[in-house]
């Protein structure tokens, strides 16, 4: 099994900044793809940022170029550094991965941004 642990969410002030983290442990050789997706209250999950063991990334277009999105492929951890945050950044925000076509989710962190 795959086991992701987020960290890193909390109350932020709009144009702040935070940093999430995600570690994946458990079975997690052959990793293809590890990134973020957020629920906004009352609203879908939608994809945040995500990238590649190889280092593709993929953005919202929401958050270009106030997110910038890495991953450590020797610790299995992917980060998520987001500035100049507004008040619609508030989600909950949840890590994935993807390995051998399936995904695995991790229990999300809440992200709150007051203006």
């Known amino acids: 099994q795959v086991r992701l642990v987020e960290s890193g969410g909390g109350l932020v002030q709009a144009g702040g900044s935070l940093t999430l983290s995600c570690a994946a442990s458990g079975s997690i050789l052959l990793i293809n793809t590890m990134g973020w997706y957020r629920q906004p209250p009352g609203k879908s999950r939608e994809l945040v940022a995500d990238i590649t063991t190889g280092g593709i990334t993929k953005y919202a277009d929401s958050v270009k170029g106030r997110a910038t999105i890495s991953i450590d492929n020797t610790k299995y951890t992917v980060s998520l550094q987001m500035n100049s945050l507004k008040p619609d950044d508030t989600a909950v925000y949840f890590c994935?991965?993807?390995?051998?076509?399936?995904?695995?989710w991790g229990q999300g962190t809440q992200v709150t941004v007051s203006s």
């Open positions: 994935y991965l993807e390995r051998l076509r399936r995904d695995y």
